[in-house]
Each structure stands twice: as structure tokens, then as C-alpha cells.
T-cell receptor
Framework: GAVVSQHPSWVICKSGTSVKIECRSLDFQATTMFWYRQFPKQSLMLMATSNEGSKATYEQGVEKDKFLINHASLTLSTLTVTSAHPEDSSFYIC?????????????FGPGTRLTVL | DAKTTQPPSMDCAEGRAANLPCNHSTISGNEYVYWYRQIHSQGPQYIIHGLKNNETNEMASLIITEDRKSSTLILPHATLRDTAVYYCIVRVLYYNQGGKLIFGQGTELSVKP
């Protein structure tokens, strides 16, 4: 399967700072990227969907000003957690979906663990 | 997307077949059944998908009932490395039709020696 990478794999920051997480599709063009959040012992929750060159679509209850998503190219999407607080501590996972007939395939990154002190 | 129901946990002996059930009684005609798994602290991994026919690949087999209201994922010879949370998801194919992967609670499969 295709490879999706995330950077950093983990980050610790102080409350009030902003953190950027990068998601890259390494060997295919990702027309659509998805961002999920996962709290301990819970399932993945879809936060938002982004298409290259377009504004992200956020799921209900997700603050768009808090979680800024940029999908600037077909291989890169970024999630910025602005003014992070301890309740934002979570496991953030991106996912990428290609085009050109590979509609079934959606690949996930390894995740980024964010800890806000 | 239709919701799915899975048992919260299952055990399986190493080397035996693991049969993971999923109920999706409200599935629509254009929705596919997908299975993913997540090993602890990693991103989910695609396993298999199907519409109405049974499917098999190098990882698993997917059996979908004729009325499509339920399915079973079969890992033919479970190993310790198959210990993970398994998610059954139904989704339409195309994103512009609402095709997003929405995860339920999944089944935590423990493969024991």
C-alpha cells in the first residue's frame, strides 16, 4: 500500500503555544486528506476533510479557528493546533485518499502524539 | 453513513481462525463494507472491503450475508501480531457522495499463545 508520513511523531508543548503537524503522502497524489483525533481508550474521531487547494470541511463540534488545516499541495497537509491547552492533548492521525480510480484506498499515517502541559 | 455494531472484545488462540462479526442492518445499496485494524498507538491499517460478494486477499476473507445486513472478517491463522482493534465501517464509494470513514468502537481482538 501507499505510504503516509507524519511529522513530528510526538510533541510536548506548553499551554498557549501553537503546534503544527505535517502529513505527507510519499508515493501518490492525495486529492483528499482527513484529520482524525483519538483520545486514550477511544475510537478515532474525524475532525475535518480537506481537498487540495480548497478550504477544509470541519465536522460538527470541531472549532475551525482552533484547528487550522492547510492542504497546499497534492502531497502535503498541515494541521495547526492554535493556543493549545491540556484538553487538546491527544493522538492526531492523518489519512490520505488518492484519485485516478483508487477510490477505495485510504491510507493512514502513523499518528502524532500531542501533549500539552 | 450507516452505523455498525461489533462486539467490544474477542479472544482467539494463536494459529486458529479469528472470526469477527459486524452488524450493519441499515446499510444502503451503494455502501461498501470496509475493515481496518489499529495496532496499539499506530495509525489504522486497511484490511479488506466488499460490496456484496465474498472477498479474499492475503490478509483476510470477508463474508457478507446475502441480505448485506451483516458480515464476518476471517483471519485464517491468527498470530500474536494480529492483536489489535478491528473496525468495521460502511461507506459510500465516492467522497462527493459523503464517503468518509467514520469509525465506531471496534472489536479488540486478543490473540493468545
Amino acid at each position: 500500500g501507499a505510504v503516509v508520513s507524519q511529522h513530528p511523531s510526538w510533541v510536548i508543548c506548553k499551554s498557549g503555544t501553537s503546534v503544527k503537524i505535517e502529513c505527507r503522502s510519499l508515493d501518490f497524489q492525495a486529492t483528499t486528506m482527513f484529520w482524525y483525533r483519538q483520545f486514550p481508550k477511544q475510537s478515532l474521531m474525524l475532525m475535518a476533510t480537506s481537498n487540495e487547494g480548497s478550504k477544509a470541511t470541519y465536522e460538527q463540534g470541531v472549532e475551525k479557528d482552533k484547528f487550522l488545516i492547510n492542504h497546499a499541495s497534492l502531497t502535503l497537509s498541515t494541521l495547526t493546533v492554535t493556543s493549545a491547552h491540556p484538553e487538546d492533548s491527544s493522538f492526531y492521525i492523518c489519512s490520505a485518499r488518492g484519485d485516478s480510480g483508487r477510490f477505495h484506498e485510504q491510507f493512514f499515517g502513523p499518528g502524532t502524539r500531542l501533549t500539552v502541559l | 453513513d450507516a452505523k455498525t455494531t461489533q462486539p467490544p472484545s474477542m479472544d482467539c488462540a494463536e494459529g486458529r481462525a479469528a472470526n469477527l462479526p459486524c452488524n450493519h442492518s441499515t446499510i444502503s445499496g451503494n455502501e461498501y463494507v470496509y475493515w481496518y485494524r489499529q495496532i496499539h498507538s499506530q495509525g489504522p491499517q486497511y484490511i479488506i472491503h466488499g460490496l456484496k460478494n465474498n472477498e479474499t486477499n492475503e490478509m483476510a476473507s470477508l463474508i457478507i450475508t446475502e441480505d448485506r445486513k451483516s458480515s464476518t472478517l476471517i483471519l485464517p491463522h491468527a498470530t500474536l501480531r494480529d492483536t489489535a482493534v478491528y473496525y468495521c465501517i460502511v461507506r459510500v464509494l465516492y467522497y462527493n457522495q459523503g464517503g468518509k470513514l467514520i469509525f465506531g468502537q471496534g472489536t479488540e481482538l486478543s490473540v493468545k499463545p
